[in-house]
């Protein structure tokens, strides 16, 4: 088992080359193909949150399709910090935490007293104000 941190691969094989990569793949101008995905008709993105490829690796008959996948593949990193809100929002915009903005779990509402729990969101906050960054999808 790793006992040391793993360092971001921002640019070089991060989660935010995910979807630019499939879209490049899928034949779509201006995006990079960081994986060299084989150009497909469709593709189809899977994230289990919290699953890292190590533990994917250590629990590998619970999920013998998936870690089957680690004898072909290489490991992608996520960004700093490792929290689901951070992940997911890279993952989207196809952007690392410092770009995206959105970097922990919870953050101040601007003009505000109030925490924003990005999960759960606050139905007063504009998320288009908010996230101004549009996702891989919307460019």
Same mark, same amino acid.
Request: hydrophobic fraction near 40%.
């Given at each position: 088992?790793?006992?040391?941190?793993?360092?971001?691969?921002?640019?070089?094989?991060?989660?935010?080359?995910?979807?630019?990569?499939?879209?490049?793949?899928?034949?779509?101008?201006?995006?990079?193909?960081?994986?060299?995905?084989?150009?497909?008709?469709?593709?189809?993105?899977?994230?289990?949150?919290?699953?890292?490829?190590?533990?994917?690796?250590?629990?590998?008959?619970? @999920?013998?399709? /998936?870690?089957? $996948?680690?004898?072909?593949?290489? *490991?992608?990193?996520? #960004? !700093?910090?490792?929290? =689901? @809100?951070?992940? /997911?929002?890279? $993952?989207?915009?196809?952007?690392? *935490?410092?770009?995206? #903005? !959105?970097?922990?779990? =919870?953050?101040?509402?601007?003009?505000?007293?109030?925490?924003?729990?990005?999960?759960?969101?606050?139905?007063?906050?504009?998320?288009?104000?908010?996230?101004?960054?549009?996702?891989?999808?919307?460019?």
């Amino acid at each position: 088992m790793q006992t040391e941190g793993v360092l971001p691969r921002y640019f070089g094989g991060s989660l935010a080359e995910v979807l630019p990569s499939a879209v490049a793949a899928l034949g779509v101008t201006g995006w990079t193909n960081t994986f060299d995905l084989v150009p497909r008709g469709s593709y189809v993105v899977l994230l289990v949150d919290g699953l890292g490829w190590q533990l994917l690796r250590d629990h590998a008959h619970d @999920a013998p399709y /998936l870690s089957s $996948l680690t004898e072909t593949a290489s *490991p992608i990193t996520c #960004g !700093v910090p490792s929290t =689901t @809100a951070t992940s /997911l929002t890279t $993952l989207g915009t196809g952007l690392p *935490p410092g770009a995206h #903005g !959105v970097v922990g779990f =919870t953050s101040l509402i601007p003009g505000t007293d109030r925490l924003l729990d990005a999960l759960r969101w606050d139905k007063g906050v504009d998320p288009k104000k908010w996230q101004v960054h549009d996702t891989v999808f919307g460019r």
